[in-house]
């Protein structure tokens, strides 16, 4: 893998802002549609009988 250098005059450092908080809130609400769109269904288990709940 090479190296890249900076051309002259052109800074790659990226500062990030910080988020605001509508921005945190609607991230945080996005995030948990995901989670609950991602969840696995609970898987018990009863004497080689498997019982899937919701």
């Known amino acids: ?3 890249i ?3 002259k ?3 790659f450092t990226v500062q990030s802002k910080p988020w605001s908080e509508i921005e945190l809130r609607d991230f ?3 995030m948990n ?3 609950a769109k ?3 269904p609970k898987v018990k288990i009863l004497t080689g009988k498997k ?3 919701a």
Do not use: C, W, Y
């Open 9 to 11: 005059n052109v800074d």
């Open 51 to 53: 019982k899937v709940t």
């Open 1 to 3: 893998m090479g190296l």
């Open 5 to 7: 250098r900076e051309p």
């Open 38 to 40: 991602n969840a696995k």
């Open 33 to 35: 549609q995901i989670k």
């Open 28 to 30: 945080r609400k996005l």
